[in-house]
């Protein structure tokens, strides 16, 4: 959280207290209102852990007509950092894609904003995502790419099978409290506990094997 805290900043520059949303659309069948409140008390804690001036927000994207609501729009538009937590992956491109509310963070994103996702909002991200009906297209902020959350060596195979048995996307595994934070066709870098792996098209080994502060080579997912 803290170094999305620190996107969030920058994104933000210095004058002003920076901007989150708190987007709970992977626990729409669970409790959100839950979801958006850890992740808001998560955030503010990081705020005052690293003396980051934050206003965060929870913007209950959870149906149909959330996502289209101008309103809640204009307030993801507004954020300096959106942040998609976890919940059920099929929820976050069944609810967002095509809608106004991921136009507002498409834009927003454009304009230098910080997007993130844990687990199903990482998942999400990416190109081709598994879900427990099957495998789905995700949103394509990550080209080429998919995301393997809570990460084990032997679960590889087994998703790729379902997500991409043409072995055509590099794979990023995270291992829990672990993140890749970057640009697209920038340099990206792991934070967090543990480790981050990235493995190549067909491959079941990693080729990167990363830890907090190291380098990861996202830019070839990008833009290969």
């Known amino acids: 959280m803290d170094a999305l805290v620190a996107a969030a900043a920058d994104a933000a520059g210095h004058a002003r207290e920076a901007r989150i949303a708190v987007v709970p ?4 069948r669970q409790r959100p209102e839950v979801a958006a ?24 994207v959870v149906d149909g007509a959330s996502a289209r609501d101008d309103d809640l729009a204009s307030r993801l538009e507004a954020a300096d950092l959106v942040y998609l937590p976890g919940g059920d992956p099929d929820l976050i491109p069944s609810l967002l894609a095509g809608t ?11 304009a230098g904003a910080c997007l993130a996702g844990v687990s199903a909002g990482a998942m999400a991200l990416c ?6 009906r099957g495998a789905m297209d995700g949103l394509g902020v990550v080209a080429r790419a998919a995301v393997l959350p809570h990460f084990a060596p032997g679960r590889v195979r087994e998703w790729r099978s379902i997500v ?18 970057g640009r697209p066709g920038e340099s990206w870098r ?16 990693a080729s990167v094997t990363a830890t907090s502060g190291d380098g990861f080579p996202l830019r070839p997912v990008d833009e290969g």
């Open 25 to 28: 659309t992977a626990a729409a």
């Open 190 to 205: 792991v934070e967090g506990a543990g480790r981050a792996y990235l493995l190549p098209p067909g491959a079941d080994v």
């Open 164 to 181: 991409d048995p043409d072995g055509t996307l590099a794979w990023i595994g995270l291992e829990e409290r672990t993140m890749v934070i």
């Open 127 to 132: 190109a081709r995502l598994w879900t427990s």
């Open 100 to 110: 106004p509310a991921w136009a507002a963070i498409l834009r927003a994103h454009a």
């Open 37 to 60: 409140g850890h992740g808001v008390r998560a955030f503010e804690a990081a705020g005052r852990r690293t003396r980051v001036g934050v206003v965060v927000e929870p913007v209950m």
